[in-house]
């Protein structure tokens, strides 16, 4: 089945500064490639994805590439705030619809030092 | 963005009694929900898939008789943790996809066995 990796574990960054993390996925045939941020106690918010017809996709201060040949994504912050300090984690399903199962990768906490 | 909601929050129980937790699509018709346990600082691993009017599908190394799912209607599904034990002790959150989109998740349930 598929498999997901993402690194670092651990991230800090200064404020203002930039921040990327990085996945890969194992299978080929994954499709959909979401990205959640999860503050404390919270619930996995989606913040942004990308569908493997697009290499890449921006959302203001984010966005995500996409290598479908070496089959890794990236999340890439720029102008990190404090607020942006959260456990981020990318996923990968195949499939375009509801039915597909999202496998997730480790976690990458992000801490913003001011 | 589409509204899941999770009940209850939070919830004690004594060792060897069950425990229900509800998952519900707000605004919109899941045919499909997936149930994730959560350890502290880890990611979300996938538990089982529900799938609306049939059998869940569960991952391996998940005891289907411990954790019974149950997908009655297109926008409720149930996780039940049957004589819980200590170790079951985690945070628990179901999620949803609304069409093609990304996964909604629910508030989580945080599941404390004494």
């Known amino acids: 089945g598929e498999n997901v990796e993402q690194h670092p574990s651990t991230l800090s960054v200064q404020e203002g500064d930039s921040a990327v993390i990085k996945c890969t996925y194992s299978?080929?045939?994954?499709?959909?490639f979401p990205w959640y941020k999860q503050e404390l106690g919270k619930r996995p918010q989606l913040i942004i994805d990308?569908?493997?017809?697009?290499g890449e996709k921006k959302d203001q201060r984010i966005a995500v590439t996409l290598n479908k040949t070496a089959k890794h994504f990236s999340l890439h912050i720029t102008e990190t705030q404090p607020e942006d300090s959260a456990v981020y984690f990318c996923?990968?399903?195949?499939?375009?619809?509801?039915?597909?199962?999202?496998?997730f990768g480790q976690g990458t906490r992000l801490t913003i030092n001011p | 963005g589409a509204v899941v909601s999770q009940h209850p929050s939070r919830v004690i129980c004594k060792s060897g009694t069950s425990v229900k937790i509800e998952c519900r699509s707000l605004?919109?018709?899941?045919?499909?929900m997936f149930w994730y346990r959560q350890f502290p600082k880890q990611s979300l691993m996938l538990m089982a898939t529900?799938?609306?009017?049939?059998?869940?599908?569960?991952e391996q190394g998940v005891e289907k008789d411990k954790f019974l799912i149950n997908h009655a209607s297109l926008t409720l599904s149930t996780l039940t943790v049957t004589s819980a034990h200590p170790e079951d002790s985690s945070f628990y959150i179901c999620?949803?996809?609304?069409?093609?989109?990304?996964?909604?998740f629910g508030q989580g349930t945080r599941l404390t066995v004494v």
């Open positions: 990308i569908r493997s017809n697009v």
């Open positions: 996923a990968a399903s195949k499939g375009g619809q509801g039915a597909q199962k999202l496998v």
């Open positions: 605004d919109f018709q899941a045919t499909t």
């Open positions: 529900s799938n609306e009017g049939s059998k869940a599908t569960y």
């Open positions: 299978d080929s045939a994954s499709n959909y």
């Open positions: 999620s949803a996809r609304a069409g093609g989109s990304g996964a909604f």
